[in-house]
């Protein structure tokens, strides 16, 4: 058994539109770094599951909704939303071709190969901020989880994202009705004020309880409609 106090080893390192994308074995664990920020692991990942289960649970009861994740990570949001037969469409966007890779042929593949059978299931290589602004679809619900929180992002072009102009183009896919769902590593009683001067109705928060410190948390708002 490795010991927790081993070094990571790193697997692959791409150099990426974005900076540099790294993908490690710590232990059991996988984990994603970008631009030498952790972004997560495979340790847990309760709360991208409450990413997900949150979203559905704020939507009025319309059959099969259609999710847009933003963002792939290590794969749980998407395996979850798959496991779950009352979504429908599922698609996921994800700009870094390096970790689209590991799922479809490397070593996140076991988190989501099911998933990525799923006929349901989708990947749309882009750039979230960019695909709010010019893609076409619509969605019942939009789950985020491309940065760490509104207020501490992986690239500074996602800072836009969580401005009240921002979130209009978040508001623009979503049908009437629909649920944006953002996950944070900490509360931030800003946002929440943001999503409510963009708009947004049913504006709050959902934390996830972690070993020690602050909560992760999902913020939890509903386009008018």
Do not use: K
């Not at 540099?20 to 631009?35: K, P, T």
């Not at 692991?41 to 259609?66: F, I, K, N, Q, W």
């Not at 979850?80 to 070593?107: K, L, N």
């Not at 006929?119 to 760490?148: G, H, K, M, Q, W």
Request: hydrophobic share 45%; net charge negative.
């Amino acid at each position: 058994m490795t010991a927790v106090h081993d070094s990571p080893v790193i697997l692959d390192r791409r150099h990426g539109p974005y900076g540099e994308v790294v993908l490690r074995r710590h232990g059991a664990l996988l984990q994603i770094i970008a631009n030498g920020c952790f972004l997560m692991d495979t340790s847990d990942g309760r709360s991208e599951r409450l990413l997900v289960d949150a979203a559905h649970a704020a939507l009025d009861g319309r059959p099969a909704p259609d999710v847009l994740l933003g963002g792939l990570g290590v794969g749980f949001s998407l395996a979850h939303a798959a496991a779950d037969a009352r979504w429908g469409r599922i698609v996921v966007v994800e700009r870094e071709p390096a970790i689209v890779d590991w799922h479809r042929d490397g070593p996140l593949a076991g988190l989501s190969a099911a998933a990525l059978a799923d006929p349901r299931s989708e990947i749309v290589e882009a750039d979230l901020v960019r695909y709010v602004n010019e893609t076409s679809d619509t969605f019942d619900a939009l789950c985020l989880d491309i940065d760490n929180g509104p207020g501490w992002t992986v690239t500074e072009g996602n800072d836009d994202l969580y401005t009240a102009a921002g979130l209009a183009s978040c508001a623009r896919v979503l049908r009437p009705g629909g649920v944006l769902a953002v996950w944070s590593a900490r509360p931030s009683p800003e946002f929440e004020g943001t999503l409510r001067n963009a708009g947004f109705r049913q504006v709050r928060t959902e934390e996830v309880p972690v070993a020690r410190g602050v909560p992760d948390v999902v913020h939890l708002a509903v386009r008018p409609g």
